[in-house]
C-alpha cells in the first residue's frame, strides 16, 4: 500500500502543469496563430505548441512540427522573465478570425 501511494505521488510530481500563454490562444498554439504572432519563426513546418511550468521560474514547450512527412517533438526550455516575454507577445496581438486561419 504505501508503494503504490509514493509511485502514485511520484507520478504527480513529475507532470509538468499546462499554462495558458494568452487567453487569446488557448492552451495550444496552432500553425496560424504562430505565423501571425511569430512565436517560434525558427520552426519549420510548425504545427503545434503547448506550454508547462516546469517549477516557479522554469518553462518548457513541446513544439509539433513536420519534418520530412514526419511529425516530430522538439522541446524548448525558458526561464520566468523570458517565458513573460513570449506572454507579453501573445498577449499584444488581436485574436485571430477564422478567416486569418484560412
Not at 3 to 17: D, H, K
Not at 55 to 82: E, P
Request: hydrophobic residues 40%; aromatic residues 12%.
Amino acid at each position: 500500500m504505501t508503494v503504490f501511494l509514493f509511485c502514485q505521488l511520484l507520478l504527480a510530481v513529475q507532470e509538468p502543469e499546462v499554462v495558458v500563454l494568452s487567453i487569446k490562444v488557448g492552451s495550444s498554439i496552432d500553425a496560424a496563430e504562430n505565423i501571425l504572432m511569430g512565436l517560434f519563426p525558427d520552426i519549420k513546418g510548425f504545427e503545434s505548441a503547448q506550454f508547462y511550468k516546469i517549477s516557479d521560474n522554469r518553462y518548457m514547450a513541446k513544439i509539433v512540427f513536420m519534418d520530412r512527412s514526419r511529425r516530430r517533438l522538439k522541446k524548448r526550455h525558458y526561464s520566468w522573465k523570458q517565458f513573460q516575454r513570449l506572454k507579453y507577445l501573445a498577449g499584444s496581438h488581436p485574436e485571430i478570425t477564422d478567416e486569418q486561419r484560412e
